[in-house]
C-alpha cells in the first residue's frame, strides 16, 4: 500500500500536516565578477572614470516561494454516537448518499469527505479504463449487528458450517466470526469513511480483472487518501493480528485516521455490548487486537 497527497478538505473531519534562502542570483554574481579581470601575472585597476555596473534587479518571481503549511488537523470533539455506528446518515449533514453511477450495494451513504473523494477516484479511474463501485459504505449499529448475530446463530454459514453447532464455545465462536466481520460498536463501516470497493469475496482478486482492479488501487489510491488498512498479515513489518486481509476495504485517511485516534479514548468495553457475544470482547482484548490492528502504512 502507497499513501498519496490527496487528502480533501472536511466538513467534521481532518487533515494529517522551509522556506529557503535563496542564493546569489546570476546576474549578481556576474555584476561582481566584474570587477576582476582574468587571473594573469599581474592585476589591472578598472579606469578612474570607470563607472561600476549596477547589478541587475533581482525578479521577485525568481526567488524561492517559502513552502505553503497544510491546514492543522482539526481539534473538535467527535461525539460517541459517530465512533460506534448510533446515528441515521440519511439525516445527519455529515454523510453524503454515494451517487447512483457508483452504488454498487444497498448501502450507500458515507461521510461526505469520502463519499466526494471516492467520486473524484472513480472519474480518474475510469477514463483509465478501470470500474469501481461500492459494495458496502456505512453500517449502524444495527447492520452490524445483523451480521454479527446471523453468523453467531447458524443463519449464515462461516466456512460451510453453522458456528452455533460447531463451535460452541463463546470466545471461539467469536474469534470464528472476526476472521472478516466485526463486532457491533467496533466497525470502521460505522464512521462512514471506509469502502468495501466492487466484491467481499477474496477470489476475486485472483481473477485477471480483479488483479487489474487491485494493482491499480494499490498504485493510485493512496493519491485520493485511500488506504488499505486490512493489509496481509504475518510477514516482517506487517500486521500481527486482527482482521485478514481484505483486498477490498478502503479507508479515507483524512477522516479515518482522526476517528482512530479517538476511538479508544471514548468507547470503553460498556459500549461493545447489546448483541449476542458481546461478553467476549473485553477477553478478546477486541479493541487492542482489531480496532486498532491496521496496515502501519495506513497509521498518520
Known amino acids: ?21 535563496a542564493n546569489p542570483s546570476h546576474d549578481e554574481a556576474s555584476a ?5 579581470t582574468p587571473a594573469t601575472s599581474e592585476t589591472t585597476a578598472p579606469p578612474a572614470d570607470a563607472t561600476p555596473p549596477v547589478p541587475a534587479p533581482t525578479d521577485p518571481a525568481a526567488e524561492p516561494e517559502p513552502a505553503a503549511e497544510p491546514a492543522a488537523p ?23 448518499r454515494i451517487p447512483d453511477k457508483y452504488q454498487g450495494g444497498s448501502r450507500v451513504w458515507g461521510h461526505k469527505d469520502a463519499v466526494a473523494a471516492f467520486v473524484r477516484m472513480a472519474e480518474d479511474a475510469e477514463v483509465n479504463g478501470y470500474k469501481l463501485k461500492i459494495v458496502s459504505a456505512f453500517r449502524s449499529f444495527s447492520d452490524q449487528k445483523q451480521i454479527w448475530e446471523d ?12 458456528l452455533n453447532v460447531a463451535t460452541p464455545d463463546p470466545k471461539e465462536r467469536a474469534l470464528k ?77 483524512p477522516v479515518a485516521s482522526w476517528y482512530l485516534k479517538q476511538y479508544p479514548v471514548d468507547v470503553g468495553y460498556e459500549h461493545i455490548a447489546g448483541f449476542m457475544g458481546s461478553e467476549a470482547a473485553k477477553d478478546i482484548d477486541v479493541i487492542k487486537t482489531y480496532v486498532e490492528a491496521i496496515n502501519p502504512e495506513c497509521l498518520q
Open 177 to 253: 466470526i472476526l476472521t472478516y466481520s466485526s463486532m457491533p460498536a467496533t466497525s470502521r463501516h460505522h464512521w462512514g469513511t471506509d469502502f468495501d470497493i466492487n466484491t467481499v469475496s477474496p477470489g476475486y482478486f485472483n481473477t485477471k480483472e480483479g488483479k487489474r482492479i487491485y494493482d491499480w488501487l494499490v498504485g493510485h489510491a493512496s493519491e485520493y487518501g485511500f488506504c488499505q488498512v486490512y493489509s496481509h498479515k504475518g510477514g516482517e513489518g506487517e500486521r500481527t493480528s486482527g482482521y485478514e486481509e481484505e483486498k477490498w476495504h478502503w479507508s479515507y485517511l
Open 151 to 162: 453468523k453467531w446463530t447458524g443463519k449464515t454459514l462461516v466456512n460451510g458450517k453453522k
Open 74 to 96: 482539526a481539534t473538535s470533539h467527535l461525539a460517541l454516537k459517530y465512533l460506534i455506528g448510533d446515528i441515521d446518515p440519511a439525516n445527519d449533514p455529515m454523510f453524503a
Open 1 to 21: 500500500m502507497r499513501l498519496g497527497p490527496a487528502f480533501a478538505s472536511l466538513g467534521f473531519s481532518v487533515c494529517m500536516l522551509a522556506a529557503c534562502s
Open 32 to 36: 561582481q565578477a566584474a570587477f576582476v
